[in-house]
């Protein structure tokens, strides 16, 4: 039996502890935050990631935790409904498909929830340095006693330490839109009620959607901003919200003041991750942190949930030859990879947000050839 150590508890590495268990290895996950992450956006999943859910037995419990919204309507400026529609939103797409959107946080307390009693989860805690050897890798930790692994896999999202620590910088791998993110939860202080909506305000932007309940609402703001400008301190990025997008109008002041007191608020830049390799010697990366495609796709998710199975089943093929394993499933991957990361191209066109007729013919098309670009050995 094989010891795995995964960074990274939100959706991939939970659901790669789960496969990797399930193949007879025994896994161990880290987490730097101190408890499961609150908060996060409307997430989806989508063709060959439903065949993985399924197989794990987990999909009655996400469609019970789906998002219940109805409709989306587009305001200008002075929070006039430019257009709506209630056959799709822009977060989840088209109704009456199989996917499955829900909140990112409920999807992750149902993988944690799943996982055998006998995987260790270490909260608070990080890899800190990684020393490989023939036998395994050794890992130093922040706060807990060294230890040894023999494999290590990064699962820790788009500005993965793992991926910073064993493959470089940032700036080899991340290919920013030069758009920032900053998404959060606040109380339902418009009263909407299962219903989604996108305000825009020349390139600033705003999408709020209710979570399930219609107690809280998620609020997004988008503006334009490099992948340096977004300050390291959560003061330093709420002030910058406040800059760039204070001078909208409608209820932006008081969606602003909520900010302020949100438990998870949270800034990022809008970018890809693209790597002409995911693994190097004993280690590898899953989901994002390998090839976040962005939220432009929608398919960030289902990429996780695929590749954190893939990776699972090629070290369950060949347990004693993880560097077969790493290839097959680099190899498995690529194509999947690259179909869905194309969708970003289609998904900036500003027919997108302007055109509920264009996600209809042009993105959804593009979608399902995508999530099913996948051939995957074992579910059955």
């Not at 699972?312 to 347990?319: I, K, Q, T, V, Y």
């Not at 027919?351 to 264009?358: A, I, Q, T, V």
């Amino acid at each position: 039996m094989k010891d795995i150590l995964i960074s990274g508890a939100s959706i991939a590495g939970p659901a790669l502890a789960w496969w990797l268990h399930h193949h007879g290895f025994a896994p161990t996950l880290v987490e730097k935050a101190p408890a499961p992450r609150p908060g996060g956006h409307a997430i989806d999943i989508r063709g060959a990631a439903l065949d993985v859910v399924r197989a794990m037995g987990i999909e009655d419990a996400i469609r019970d935790r789906r998002t219940q919204m109805k409709g989306v309507s587009k305001l200008d400026a002075d929070g006039n409904e430019v257009w709506r529609s209630e056959e799709m939103t822009i977060s989840g797409g088209s109704f009456g498909k199989q996917a499955i959107e829900i909140m990112r946080d409920d999807l992750s307390r149902i993988l944690l929830s799943a996982l055998p009693d006998d995987i260790e989860i270490i909260y608070g805690d990080s890899v800190v340095s990684l020393d490989e050897a023939e036998a395994g890798v050794a890992v130093s930790f922040e706060k807990s006693p060294a230890r040894r692994f023999d494999l290590v896999v990064g699962a820790d999202g788009l500005g993965s330490a793992m991926r910073k620590l064993v493959f470089g910088p940032d700036e080899r791998f991340l290919h920013p839109f030069d758009v920032v993110l900053a998404p959060y939860s606040a109380p339902n202080i418009i009263g909407l009620e299962d219903w989604q909506l996108t305000y825009d305000s020349g390139t600033d932007s705003c999408m709020i959607y209710t979570a399930p309940g219609n107690r809280d609402l998620r609020v997004c703001f988008g503006f334009s901003a490099k992948l340096g400008d977004v300050p390291a301190d959560r003061a330093g990025q709420m002030a910058l919200v406040r800059r760039e997008c204070g001078h909208m109008g409608w209820h932006v002041p008081e969606l602003l003041d909520a900010m302020e007191q949100s438990r998870d608020f949270y800034m990022g830049p809008m970018a890809q991750v693209r790597m002409d390799r995911w693994t190097r010697s004993r280690i590898a990366l899953v989901g994002d942190a390998a090839y976040c495609p962005s939220p432009l796709t929608g398919q960030g998710t289902s990429l996780a949930i695929v590749g954190a199975y893939a990776l699972a089943w090629e070290l369950s093929r060949s347990p004693d030859d993880h560097a077969a394993a790493f290839a097959r499933y680099e190899e498995r991957m690529r194509p999947f990879v690259s179909r869905n990361q194309a969708i970003a191209e289609l998904t900036r066109d500003p027919r997108f947000s302007e055109d509920p007729g264009y996600y209809v013919e042009v993105i959804e098309p593009a979608m399902e050839a995508a999530e099913y670009a996948v051939e995957l050995e074992g579910l059955g």
